[in-house]
């Protein structure tokens, strides 16, 4: 097993930051993941017995979730009925000196648990309340079962991938999810420092939805159809915004994607090619020219690009200063020099697993250095230090709640 002692060596930007994590699953515990990351002493909650819906995800080795090594590490992981008087009372005794709560629940669960934003901020004024939700707290929709596959769906987003001749293709991550987790950390680590900088004076509800993440990014097609009602086309890449940028073939069967969207590049790009005639072909002088005619352009690179091996590819366009690169599969970047250079994946060792590769900790930070200090733990696993050590309970008190199954 890990070391679990009192995590007193949190490094990080936000090492000073306490987070009460009460959620399952991926949106919720992602945020929690990327607090912990930057060195926030996240308390995660889980029922007794239970634990979080996510530990049997897949992919799994001997029945353990590879998956939670990650979303739960630097975490610690405690168990508590949030549905119980003497758990709720416990609740509130670790939201007293917490900065940030985060939770994923349907609306209006966690009051019919009794333990509202009204009732956290009595306890702790400065508490702010990260909500997230399928569809946000209010609207026609917001007791709408939220999941992150019809979430994305119904933000825009999943109309936009695919083929125009066949059904739309739902993004193969948690897309909706891992956003809604983003700006939950965002919102919820600006709403802290308002407090801390004397510009707000008392806590406040952020509220996130799964699908609104995703709206933001679709500031390019919401603003053309509010302003030219153009609807976009269904297509595996964006092609009608900027060209030349799609994925071509090489010659040893492999895939690189040239991004030449703005007109140096464009130019850059007819060098590299020794194709300078290009530049005076009508069709291709201006990028609205190069993205009426996407598709000759795209078949003239291909046949470029037939000629050449991935590797002789790319180096040529590194060499021109044409923005490309190889289409990577799992393999690929496990080999990547950049990747090993910039320790991309790091090996952790686990308790079950052993050594056990996952993504590092993004972005680097140059002063407040961040650490994996410990894998996904099991559940309940940090239940002595926090209730014992945290809330000083004594032996008596931690054995009575363990028997009536309160933790």
Known sequence: MANLTKESKRTGPLKSLKVIEIANVVAGPFAGSLLADYGADVIKIE???VGDPFRQFLPQKDGESLRWATMARNKRCVTLDLRNEKGKDLFLQLVKDADLVLENFRPGTIEK????????????????LARISGYGQDGPYREKAGFGTPATAYSGYTALQGYEDRAPVSPPVALADLMAGMFAVMGGVSSVLAIINGDQAKGQV????????????LESQIADYS???????????????????????????KWVIIGASTQKTWERLTEVMEMPELLKDPRFITNPDRVKHNDQLVSIIDQWTAKLSMKELVNLLDDGGVPAGPVNEMDDIFSDPHFIARNSIKKVDHPIFGMLDIPNIFPKFSETHCEIRHLGQGVGAFNEEVYKGDLGLSDEEYNQLMKEKII
Do not use: C, Q
Request: zero cysteines; glycine letters at 6%.
């Open 227 to 253: 302003i030219n009602e153009t609807k976009p086309v269904r297509e595996p890449m964006s092609t009608s915004v900027a060209s030349p940028s799609y994925i071509h073939k090489t010659k040893d069967n």
């Open 47 to 49: 029922m007794p017995g």
């Open 113 to 128: 648990w009794g333990i509202g934003f009204d009732v956290m901020k009595a306890v702790n004024p400065k508490i702010v």
């Open 206 to 217: 952020v509220d996130v939805s799964l699908y609104e993440p995703l709206v933001r990014v």
